[in-house]
């Protein structure tokens, strides 16, 4: 009982006290979650032992909630109570900070809209007045529509590039 208490950190008149409400004070498991529904906590109690500040891998909303329908402890259900919240909390961070972006990288992207754009032009400027030469209007329509078209698929192709996504 002695390597226990100093492992522990609980004093050997409330390790016999847990003994005697059978609890099994060599099983650290069962001493844990013991400790955990009394609440009470020492000084002295070794909070390492106990997993306090320990990061828990894995919770997730549902299996804490789960745990909050079963327990019947009123100190357990506020700490439970309070993991969700900050979970939920952590979650909608996650979500606002995916969703957007900063204005330097709006005003970059817009920049380099308007290079790719204002060179689109540019090239129909050179190209279209030649191919335009001596076509009735129907066909100069279409030629027009084919560079406008080319000019469109050029700024499609290009934007992931422009908004710095992966595809």
């Known amino acids: ?10 004093s050997i008149s409330a390790l016999r006290i847990y003994q005697r409400n059978g609890v099994d004070i060599y099983d650290d498991d069962a001493l844990r979650e013991h400790v955990r529904k009394v609440g009470n906590r020492t000084r002295t109690l070794n909070l390492e032992w106990l997993g306090v500040g320990q990061a828990q891998e894995n919770v997730d909303i549902e299996t804490l909630k789960s745990q909050l329908l079963h327990t019947i402890d009123r100190n357990e259900a506020q700490r439970l109570k309070t993991q969700i919240d900050g979970l939920l909390s952590a979650q909608k961070l ?32 050179a190209d279209l007045p030649p191919a335009l030469e001596g076509q009735s209007p129907s066909r100069m329509a ?12 050029e700024l499609s192709e290009r934007e992931a590039e422009l908004w710095q996504q992966d595809t």
């Not at 009982?1 to 609980?10: H, L, N, S």
């Open 94 to 125: 996650e979500v606002l900070n995916a969703s957007y972006i900063s204005m330097i990288d709006v005003k970059e992207a817009f920049t380099k809209l308007g290079a790719i754009i204002r060179a689109g032009i540019m090239r129909m400027q």
């Open 142 to 153: 279409k030629i027009i529509g084919e560079a406008a078209e080319t000019l469109l698929n």
């Open 1 to 10: 009982m002695d390597a226990v208490a100093q492992k522990t950190g609980i």
